[in-house]
């Protein structure tokens, strides 16, 4: 039999396997020595001596991951001399003893993510039989000479490491297979003696864009494309030293005249009129070459109109230098008129976002500031530190919201200058000032032949003739690739070619089966045709086209002139372009340029430009038919809100944008993107300036963008129940497509993923649930899959608004086939649901949960209640709706609005409540039942230390507002000793902090998560006690801090002492202003969020946005509103259990003497029911109930509500621990 203890669970498992933790055994099991098992030990150091491991002479298996042996290796492990494989991964090794080499039997060996800066122990290279070593970051910047030692070696893995060659002694490990370099970005070779190894099949280079030999764009390619540029460099070698420099900057901001400058070295002007037609200002872009004294350089002058960043990311590639020049002048007047801030984000920042967005591998850049003559002294040196500081500012500011977000994939972590919070993003000596009579010509010639003589590659000079045969000896811009290989062997071409796509040199679309049978080898051509369509002074051109016309004919009909300007402007008004014009401009560009029209326009479909054709009948019914091209980017009509209201079924997905800011282009390419996907002939396709919607037969699909918020939302909708399952087919469609135009030409971006709950839509419910990234959602690579998911089960929403509500899982997750059966009861529930009222604007009126599904084990006789201010509609006669089930509403009574300026927190009476709540401490109840101290051990549970973890507890008692007001939140203080008292009776260690502000809540949260004693205990509990709304927690002055903030901080990587622990949160504060008195831990009328609005969802406050004076403000009565922010709900961390004291969009109550309803009610059911209840079921039997029954009896409706990523039961087992 095979017996795993696999922290924190018992489980059976193929391989015979053993985990322990040392706060559990002293020594090992008698029965475990005595046993030949396999046995993967995850420990802490200070109890490792006495496990008695060396006793185990038989162990052959060993994983210490996640251990403090910064002091070194326990000794007794290199005792154990049957060892075939060690993990000692995360465990912080600099060094490793020399008596390991007695490991003799030892074959794989983890050692990944620990620090060996000094050097690579040279004891590894005594293990002889060693066949696999992982060594993945752990700072190595040399491997030792001696490890040629290792024969048997077949994997090493020095991922994420600092090396900057690999040496020749490594390929005499004759039996290498595999070796991954990866993410060693100071990688410049790797030994030509690669050649003389027979068995390596697999090489990893990927981001490691220092790569000269061979150069970054072969080894990209993998082994064989590196055997082959050895094999030919050995023959004959050119070395290749012209660079590619991508210059970008506003508009008219000098980057034409700086090339001439840099050029006749001296100052050059060009002739700037943007409405001349003599404007030398740069179309889409220029490219120019660059002599200096020791490399050549490819200045590539893009042009800075918005209308031309759509080329850049097909020019920007790793070996590019990147420079960024910015107007002096036009950066002091923008920020005299706004703030230097603003000018930096919008001159600089914004610059920065679209080169590293589209390549994250480019070097730090270079800053050119111009027009110096027209500022003073103090203004130039102004604004060169306003730049500098708050360049860097916004870059550490995303840094921070990403750290708050504890994203796994952070975006600019990818991007390695910006990742260096102690780097600024400009530095004085990358910055060069230009004017009238002081300039830095030579200074900025001389930083740009250093950076180019790093890049400076030698190509063998078989490699080097097909370059120039593919650059020179044609004159059409496209290719055929039969043309190239009739001339070169067909895999040494396709490596040659690979290379020159990787570098800029040509394009070649692989991939895409239309386009792969051509290379394209004119990119200036490529941008020229873009700008057929993209001009930045598109009236202007078509202008001058219109004047120019001549008839022509299209498919045998005649094009006339009125029908040509009628065209024109559908394009420019609509974005819809008549086949005919688009053919028209393609072939005028044709008899230019030499560029096939049907090669242009599956470029521009390949891009993303240009969607169709699509058939349209014809305008004069006649029989005839034509084609359109749909072009995003010139609809000037926006979609509104009409989305939003027009089916009854409507499921929502909404994808957010983090890190760096995407263009404004973007959004346009993913419109293409989702049109391409789901429209064609048969459907009817709105296209506007903001998004399109394509209409079925009976659903349509929506596709909504805010570049302001970053935002894409996606809705899929229709009236019919039977829709159903297509709805969820296209909704995963359109995911699929949004994510894999990001994946493809931004690869440095960060999405999080929200996917709403349709039965909440359903209800137009104005705060909907929202599930984050969830499980059923995998976007893996290119197959970006949407899981298919049963929909016999039901699941769990909270604005049904009963104790324990359901609704039918096909309403919140893709659940196809559905099935006949299964529609019909989704249309029996839907249907009871509309009987209903449904929410009001004004809060007046709350929706009621009906009957249940069909099959539902629930109790469908009892009563349902709805609680707070409701108005129930008498059936009319023959109504179909649940006769079983009655619908109770307790105190009827609207909600009467605050009178303006009132800013009383009216206290309950003593009266509300119960006799027996007093302020002595319970007795907690001890776990005495032995079928609950079996599960002490059990895998079915978490595991608890014996001090249970630590305590946080935030208590806001008094509140002082920005306009001088104050608040005391009376009782809390109560609240805040009992609630101290109970958790260290339970055996936690309580830190209780008061009166903490916005900011303060945010850094004493994470001061608590960077503690290091958390990784020895088993659990964490949060307490925070405050004023609240339906989104945020409120500081004492008045700032908000958004409740998935403080969630996201508890995540594994933002807490990784507590990873894969369980930790409790309990919210004692309002979640909302539904209530029939005022007197709650409601958000109280003056304190804002900072963006000083409460009425509807804000943004996470974090420290780098703390404004300095809360503005004072009052609550304006609850109206129609947009959507709420997809990130005001839903959980992005597993292992999390959030008790919270009311349901959404309702108030707490307190007690001026004894405190809250919700904290008493947790003081008294953890007392005397943690010894034999998990928490998840005590909250639900205990604490729902007696709150609710004591709002009850009091005439306040309160109903405590909880959110869970528990993986298992979570007991407390108070006064139990095992000897």
């Known amino acids: 039999m095979c017996l795993a203890l696999v922290e924190p669970s018992i489980t059976l498992i193929a391989k015979p396997t053993l985990s322990l933790t040392a706060e559990i055994f002293s020594a090992v099991p008698t029965l475990i020595l005595s046993a030949k098992l396999v046995i993967a030990v995850p420990i802490v150091l200070s109890r490792l001596s006495s496990f008695g491991l060396s006793q185990l002479s038989h162990l052959e298996v060993l994983q210490l991951w996640g251990n403090e042996f910064s002091e070194g290796l326990p000794g007794v492990i290199c005792n154990l001399t049957s060892l075939k494989s060690l993990a000692i991964a995360r465990c912080r090794i600099s060094q490793l003893p020399e008596r390991l080499s007695q ?78 370099l990866a993410g060693n970005r100071k990688l410049s070779s790797i030994d030509q003696s690669l050649l003389e190894h027979e068995h390596l099949s697999y090489l990893y280079c990927e981001d490691c864009p220092a790569l000269v030999s061979p150069p970054y764009a072969v080894c990209s390619q993998g082994i064989e494309a590196v055997k082959a540029y050895f094999e030919d460099l050995v023959k004959d070698g050119v070395e290749l030293n012209l660079v590619p420099v991508s210059i970008v900057g506003d508009t008219m901001a000098g980057k034409t005249s700086l090339i001439r400058s840099l050029q006749s070295r001296s100052r050059k002007l060009t002739y700037r009129d943007d409405t001349s037609i003599f404007d030398e200002t740069t179309r889409v872009f220029d490219v120019q070459n660059l002599e200096l004294e020791n490399s050549q350089a490819k200045m590539i002058d893009h ?72 500022l003073s002294d103090r203004e130039l040196r102004d604004c060169k530190e306003n730049i500098f500081k708050y360049s860097t500012d916004l870059r550490n500011q995303v840094l921070e919201a990403e750290k708050l977000r504890s994203r796994k994939n952070k975006a600019l972590h990818k991007i390695e200058f910006l990742s260096d919070k102690k780097v600024d993003v400009f530095t004085e000596e990358n910055t060069f000032v230009f004017g009238n009579e002081s300039h830095q010509i030579e200074e900025l010639r001389k930083a740009l032949d250093d950076r180019c003589v790093k890049f400076k590659v030698t190509l063998p000079k078989e490699w080097n003739d097909l370059c120039n045969f593919v650059e020179h000896d044609f004159e059409k811009p496209a290719v055929a690739l039969s ?96 086949e005919f014009l688009l ?63 027009d089916e009854r079924i409507q499921l929502r997905v909404v994808i957010e944008m983090r890190g760096l800011p995407l263009p404004h282009y973007a959004f346009q390419l993913m419109t293409v993107a989702v049109l391409d996907e789901l429209a064609d002939d048969r459907n009817t396709t709105l296209v506007k300036n903001d998004g399109a919607t394509v209409y079925y037969d009976e659903l349509a699909l929506h596709l909504i963008h805010n570049v302001t918020d970053q935002k894409v939302t996606l809705q899929s909708s229709s009236d019919e129940v039977t829709n ?89 997750r893709p659940c196809y086939p559905l099935g006949k059966k299964k529609e019909r009861s989704i249309k029996r529930y839907l249907t009871s649901l509309s009987l209903l009222p449904q929410i009001t604007h004004a ?126 939140r009376h009782g809390s203080i109560a609240d805040g000793r009992r609630i101290t008292g109970l958790f260290e009776s339970l055996d936690f260690i309580c830190s209780e902090k008061v009166d903490l502000s916005g900011e303060g809540m945010i850094e004493e949260i994470s001061r608590e998560t960077e503690r290091p004693e958390h990784t020895d205990y088993g659990m964490f509990v949060l307490v925070i006690m405050c004023h609240g709304s339906e989104t945020g927690l409120v500081g004492t002055d008045g700032n908000m801090v958004e ?37 709650t831990d409601a958000l109280p009328h003056h304190a804002t969020s900072q963006h000083g609005s409460v009425a509807q969802p804000t943004p996470s406050f974090t420290p780098s946005q703390t404004p300095s004076i809360a503005p004072q403000l009052s609550i304006p009565p609850r109206t129609s509103s947009p959507p709420p922010s997809s990130s005001s709900a839903g959980l992005n961390t597993d292992h999390l259990l959030i008790w919270k004291a009311s349901f959404h969009g309702h108030v707490a109550y307190r007690s001026p003497e004894y405190g809250t309803w919700f904290v008493n009610a947790i003081i008294q059911s953890l007392s005397r029911h943690a010894c034999h209840r998990d928490l998840k079921t005590l909250f639900e039997s205990q604490i729902q109930e007696k709150v609710r029954r004591r709002s009850i009896d009091h005439g306040h409706g309160q109903q405590p509500s909880f959110e869970s990523t528990l993986r298992k039961r979570l007991y407390l087992f108070p006064g139990y621990n095992l000897s």
């Not at 209800?763 to 649930?769: G, H, T």
């Open 1043 to 1079: 409740r998935v903030v403080v969630t996201d901080s508890l995540s594994a990587q933002s807490f990784p002492g507590m990873a894969q622990k369980p930790k409790l949160v309990i919210l004692q504060a309002c979640s909302g202003t539904r209530s029939n008195r005022v007197m």
């Open 583 to 645: 053919h028209h401009l393609l072939h005028v560009f044709k008899t230019e340029s030499n560029f096939p029209c049907h090669l242009a326009i599956e470029l521009l479909k390949s891009f993303w430009i240009l969607h169709g054709p699509i058939k349209q009948n014809s305008e004069d019914q006649t029989s005839e038919t034509r084609y359109d091209y749909i072009v995003p980017y010139f609809a000037t009509e926006s979609i509104g809100a009409s989305w939003q209201t």
């Open 303 to 374: 042009g800075g109109h918005q209308i031309y960043h759509i080329t850049y990311r097909y020019i920007l590639k790793e070996r590019n230098i990147p420079l960024l020049v910015v107007n002096l002048e036009k950066f002091k007047n923008l920020a005299k008129n706004k703030n230097a801030k603003i000018a930096t984000e919008q001159l600089c920042w914004r610059w920065v976002s679209h080169l590293y967005l589209a390549c994250p591998l480019l070097g730090p850049p270079l800053l050119v500031l111009t027009h110096s003559d027209k």
């Open 724 to 812: 159903l399952e297509n709805l969820w087919k296209r909704l995963a469609k359109t995911t699929q497509s949004v994510l894999k135009v990001l994946f493809t030409a931004w690869t440095a971006s960060q999405q999080s993923v929200y996917v709403y709950c349709g039965h909440c839509l359903f209800l137009r419910d104005q705060n909907p649930e929202t599930s984050v990234d969830p499980s059923w959602f995998h976007p893996k690579g290119d197959s970006l899959a949407i899981t298919q998911y049963s929909g016999e089960q039901k699941l769990t929403c909270e604005r049904t608004g009963i104790k324990k509500p359901t609704v039918p899982s096909a309403l919140m």
């Open 843 to 968: 809060g007046n009126i709350v929706t009621v949960q009906a009957q249940q599904e069909e099959g539902d084990p629930s109790d469908q006789n009892s009563p349902v209640v709805a609680v707070g201010p409701v108005h129930v509609q008498a059936p009319e006669e023959g109504d179909p709706s649940d006769q079983n089930g009655e619908v109770v509403a307790v105190n009827p009574v609207p909600v009467q609005a605050p009178e303006e300026g009132d800013l009383s927190d009216s206290e309950l009476s003593d009266t509300l409540v119960d006799p027996d709540q007093d302020a002595e401490p319970e007795t907690i109840r001890p776990c005495i039942k032995l079928r609950v101290q079996n599960l002490f051990c059990s895998s079915e549970v978490y595991r608890m230390t014996r001090v249970r973890g630590r305590c946080l507890i935030i208590n806001n008692v008094n509140y002082t507002y920005s306009d001088g007001r104050t608040d005391t």
């Open 103 to 180: 490991l003799s039997h030892l074959e794989f060996l983890q050692l990944w993510v620990n620090d060996f800066s000094e050097g690579l122990p040279e004891v590894i290279c005594n293990l002889t039989s060693l066949k696999s070593l992982d060594v993945a970051e752990c700072k190595i910047s040399q491997l030792p000479e001696r490890l040629k030692n290792l024969s048997q070696l077949d994997r090493l893995d020095c991922e994420g490491n600092e090396l900057t060659t690999v040496p020749a002694d490594l390929f005499q490990c004759r039996k290498l297979r595999s070796l991954n």
């Open 483 to 578: 043309e190239i290989q009739s001339k070169y062997p067909k895999e040494k071409c396709l490596h040659i070619l690979r290379y020159m796509h990787n570098v800029g040199q040509v394009l070649w679309y692989e991939s895409i089966n239309s386009l792969k049978g051509f290379i394209f080898r004119d990119i200036p051509k490529m941008t020229a045709m873009i700008a057929t369509l993209f001009h930045h002074r598109s009236r202007e051109e078509w202008q001058q086209r219109i004047k120019n016309f001549k008839e022509f004919d299209h498919n045998g009909k005649n094009i006339s002139k009125p029908l040509y300007m009628k065209s024109i402007d559908k394009f420019l008004k609509c974005g819809i372009l008549d």
